[in-house]
């Protein structure tokens, strides 16, 4: 084998993937058919459980620092202020609060971490051809070269090549006709600690704050219907559009960074796995940008992927491990998809009923705290568990497959430590001596012991993923061990 993984996209889910995959000692090479780094993006929001996964790969570093708290969204009627949201803390312990800050800085803060862990993109390198046998996968590149590898992942997008090479369908539907994208300076008195919307009968139009002065403007434009426009018809499209449904004299657009349109489709892939092939993120699953869901859900898929290859390739696991991943993470796609449809739809309304209850109904109540709470908690996706999958339980909580927050513990010498700081390609047994030695017959050196501070917790055996694995002494963690990795 030339490497244990192949990893087909260096975008933030490829790259997360091949760090994960490093941590846990497992070899892995990540390729692009672009010729760089992008340096244009259209997500620029990470959520609390993004910066956890950054966080737990070792690569969220000074992202907190450098993006915006733009945590409200003020909805306006022209110059009418009609609602406003706040974001709040969802009352759980998390790496880093939401954060502002464009899809290139997370890729280039995962470079970063890669290059520590002695990987690095090949650009110019797309897949044109992959085989499989029972032993590997033998994936051709475009110059000609072939990879030999025992698995290949696909994180190549909504467009995958890899998801095509494997025939794994892709059905959807559109959700929406033409938006527009537009990064750039305005001259304008809108406050930047919050993003601004406006409802109008033509489209809804939002302007998003971002690091640098810059601001992002989307506006739904069905009746644009230029046939492959110039970033420049695209730009001089939403002036208008600035003028005519913010009704502000003073919101000016200056200069244009970048420019773009798009049609919302949703859509997700019959299989998260063929034999040797598997996808993750956008290319098993395509989501509206309303929510910031889509680079959030494609971290956890590569994060709780990880971890499962890791053991496998190291002869630690079967193969029936690797069918937990789309038992896991592909109904929460189906569940997150639902979600940004509906939301889609309730911005693009169009009709006279869908629009009175937009602004009439859904704007008003809106504005209730307990409401705002629930939605920040929601949109985080720290309330994602796996407690009904084969790996799962019942019982108390946290039950097997919960999210485990990041508590304070100690480690055996008595230095202090945060959980989620040793699952960095490890798992935790939070007990004594005898459940760790338990654990190790199958993880090896993988696995840590831990004391939570002030905490009076049962026994517990805590994935990489920071999700638990299960509860109670050595004997009840050796059984959960031999029944989810034989």
């Known amino acids: 084998m030339d490497t244990d993984v192949l990893v087909a996209g260096a975008g933030p889910v490829g790259l997360a993937l091949a760090c994960a995959l490093l941590q846990h000692g497992v070899s892995v090479r990540v390729v692009d058919k672009a010729q760089g780094p992008a340096t244009t993006s259209r997500a620029n929001f990470v959520h609390a459980r993004g910066s956890e996964v950054l966080d737990r790969l070792d690569a969220l570093g000074g992202l907190a620092g450098e993006s915006l708290r733009a945590m ?12 406003r949201i706040r974001f709040g803390d969802p009352g759980l312990r998390t790496a880093a609060p939401p954060m502002v800050i464009s899809q290139a800085r997370v890729e280039a803060a995962l470079r970063d971490r890669l290059a520590e862990l002695g990987g690095r993109p090949e650009w110019n390198a797309g897949l044109v051809a992959a085989e499989q046998d029972a032993s590997g996968v033998s994936a051709t ?65 939002g302007a998003m704050p971002m690091p640098g002065g810059r601001w992002r403007l989307l506006a739904y434009d069905p009746a644009f219907r230029e046939s492959g426009p110039s970033e420049e018809q695209i730009v001089e499209r939403m002036r208008r559009i600035l003028a005519e449904r913010t009704g502000r004299i003073g919101v000016r657009l200056l200069e244009a960074d970048w420019a773009s349109l798009f049609q919302v489709h949703r859509r997700l892939a019959d299989t998260y796995r063929r034999g040797r092939v598997l ?47 789309e038992a896991e993470r592909r109904p929460l796609a189906a569940k997150v998809l639902s979600g940004s449809t509906a939301q889609t739809k309730i911005n693009i309304a169009a009709g006279p009923v869908g629009r009175f209850l937009r602004d009439q109904v859904l704007l008003p109540i809106s504005n209730i705290g307990r409401l705002q709470r629930w939605v920040t908690y929601g949109t985080s996706q720290l309330w994602v568990s796996y407690h009904r999958g084969p790996l799962g339980g019942r019982g108390a909580r946290p039950r097997p497959g ?44 993988q696995v840590t012991l831990l004391h939570p501070s002030g905490h009076a917790l049962p026994a517990m055996l805590v994935r990489p993923d920071a999700h638990l694995a299960c509860k109670g002494g050595p004997a009840e963690l050796a059984r959960w061990l031999d029944g989810a990795l034989h």
């Open 279 to 325: 996808l993750a993120g956008d290319a098993a699953h395509a989501h509206a940008p309303f929510g910031g869901q889509g680079m959030l859900t494609g971290l956890g898929d590569a994060e709780n992927l990880a971890w499962k290859l890791a053991l496998v390739a190291q002869g630690r696991a079967g193969e029936r491990l690797l069918d937990t991943y």
């Open 72 to 83: 409200t969204i003020t909805t306006y009627a022209g110059d009418r202020p009609m609602t």
């Open 402 to 445: 919960d999210r485990v927050p990041d508590l304070p513990c100690e480690r055996p010498d008595g230095t202090p430590t945060r959980l989620h700081a040793e699952l960095r390609g490890r798992w935790a047994v939070l007990g004594g001596p005898a459940a760790l030695e338990a654990a190790r017959p199958r993880l090896g050196d």
């Open 141 to 205: 590149l475009a110059d000609g070269r072939v990879v030999r590898a025992g698995r290949l992942v696909g994180c190549d997008g909504t467009g995958s090549t890899v998801r095509g090479l494997a025939g794994i369908g892709f059905p959807g539907v559109k959700v929406s006709e033409r938006f527009l994208l537009v990064d750039a300076r305005l001259d304008t008195t809108l406050e930047r600690g919050g993003t601004s919307g406006w409802v109008h009968p033509d489209g809804m139009l």
